[in-house]
């Protein structure tokens, strides 16, 4: 580009109208073409899927009530499919009751505006959702880059989220019709602070609590151990976790800490203190030292 080229254009932000009145459906295309976003409409449940497959939004706004397939029930469906999942949907409704309201936030909504609409409410609280969405899914899927794989379980238990990588690990790791055992032993490291399951070449995929949120999810980080990664020691009285088993086998390997830190994916720190608790349980005092003893320990490779 030409340094007196003006700048490319920002990218708009695709908003999903999905309403079965036209008045309200024209109203909204006008309001939010003026804000600059680009706009998408759908009559019904089906349209809105179809608009889906050929470009996921980056918001929906969502007509509770419709003819067939109404709005909760497609707002779940959407929720429950993992590429779309991340989209904020707001409920439009002239229900004002408090269980069509939780019904709403049941389904998956993030927020909902009574009819009828007035526009800047509707603007405003959208473009909040939108932009919260954003900075979510581009913090959660730099996960990836980092050679790990995020879930987020929501408060039932249910997988409200994952990145792409977490999203291939669990295909390889189970079974295409296993969803609720692969639910299972999700929910299982909330309880357990960590699980892992078998791949295939050996590896295993390690699924780690990493806390809960104030809407009551839950945050896993996933990686997988390479097939010659050693997860046990070949003498039980050593009180070495597993963890710190997997730090002294690649510390045997010649790793640095900061080669440890971004395979298993802690930080420097968290290596440097498992080693200060290696080095007290097997009674040595350098780097040197333990390797040695490591490979006493350790079954080959």
Same mark, same amino acid.
């Given at each position: 580009?030409?340094?007196?080229?003006?700048?490319?254009?920002?990218?708009?932000?695709? @908003?999903?109208?999905?309403?079965?009145?036209?008045?309200?459906?024209?109203?909204?295309?006008?309001?939010? /073409?003026?804000?600059?976003?680009?706009?998408?409409?759908?009559?019904?449940?089906?349209?809105?899927?179809?608009?889906?497959?050929?470009?996921?939004?980056?918001?929906?706004?969502?007509?509770?009530?419709?003819?067939? #397939?109404?709005?909760? %029930?497609?707002?779940?469906?959407?929720?429950?499919?993992?590429?779309? +999942?991340?989209?904020? #949907?707001?409920?439009?409704?002239?229900? +004002?009751? !408090?269980?069509?309201?939780?019904?709403?936030? %049941?389904?998956?909504?993030?927020?909902?505006?009574?009819?009828?609409?007035? @526009?800047?409410?509707?603007?405003?609280?959208?473009?909040?959702?939108?932009?919260?969405?954003?900075?979510?899914?581009?913090?959660?899927?730099?996960? /990836?880059?980092?050679?790990?794989?995020?879930?987020?379980?929501?408060?039932?238990?249910?997988?409200?989220?994952?990145?792409?990588?977490?999203?291939?690990?669990? /295909?390889?790791?189970?079974?295409?019709?296993?969803?609720?055992?692969?639910?299972?032993?999700?929910? +299982?490291? @909330?309880?357990?602070?960590?699980?892992?399951?078998?791949?295939?070449?050996?590896?295993?995929?390690?699924?780690?609590?990493?806390?809960?949120?104030?809407?009551?999810? %839950?945050?896993?980080? *996933?990686?997988?151990?390479?097939? /010659?990664?050693?997860?046990?020691?070949?003498?039980?009285?050593?009180? *070495?976790?597993?963890?710190? !088993?997997?730090?002294?086998?690649?510390?045997?390997?010649?790793?640095?800490?900061?080669?440890?830190?971004? #395979?298993?994916?802690? +930080?420097?720190?968290?290596?440097?203190?498992?080693?200060?608790? #290696?080095?007290?349980?097997?009674?040595?005092?350098?780097?040197?030292?333990?390797?040695?003893?490591?490979?006493?320990?350790?079954?080959?490779?």
């Amino acid at each position: 580009m030409n340094r007196f080229d003006p700048p490319p254009e920002p990218a708009r932000r695709v @908003i999903l109208v999905v309403d079965d009145a036209l008045d309200t459906l024209r109203m909204l295309v006008d309001a939010l /073409d003026a804000e600059g976003y680009a706009v998408l409409v759908a009559r019904d449940a089906e349209e809105a899927l179809q608009r889906f497959e050929i470009a996921v939004p980056d918001g929906v706004l969502l007509d509770a009530v419709m003819p067939g #397939i109404d709005g909760f %029930a497609l707002c779940r469906q959407l929720k429950a499919t993992p590429p779309w +999942s991340h989209v904020p #949907i707001v409920f439009m409704t002239g229900l +004002s009751e !408090t269980e069509q309201i939780l019904q709403g936030f %049941a389904a998956g909504g993030v927020d909902y505006v009574v009819k009828p609409l007035r @526009i800047p409410e509707v603007l405003a609280r959208l473009a909040t959702h939108v932009r919260n969405a954003q900075a979510t899914r581009l913090a959660r899927e730099a996960v /990836d880059v980092a050679g790990m794989g995020a879930v987020v379980l929501d408060g039932l238990g249910r997988v409200a989220w994952r990145s792409p990588q977490a999203t291939r690990w669990l /295909d390889e790791a189970f079974q295409p019709d296993a969803a609720d055992e692969r639910t299972t032993w999700l929910q +299982s490291a @909330i309880g357990l602070g960590q699980t892992s399951a078998a791949m295939p070449g050996r590896r295993r995929l390690v699924a780690r609590h990493m806390g809960q949120s104030g809407f009551s999810e %839950a945050t896993l980080l *996933l990686h997988v151990l390479a097939a /010659d990664t050693v997860t046990a020691l070949r003498q039980p009285d050593v009180p *070495l976790t597993p963890r710190e !088993t997997e730090v002294l086998s690649w510390l045997a390997k010649g790793k640095t800490n900061r080669d440890i830190a971004d #395979i298993l994916g802690m +930080s420097p720190r968290t290596v440097n203190k498992h080693l200060e608790h #290696i080095f007290e349980k097997l009674g040595v005092e350098t780097r040197s030292a333990a390797t040695a003893i490591a490979g006493r320990l350790l079954p080959p490779a």
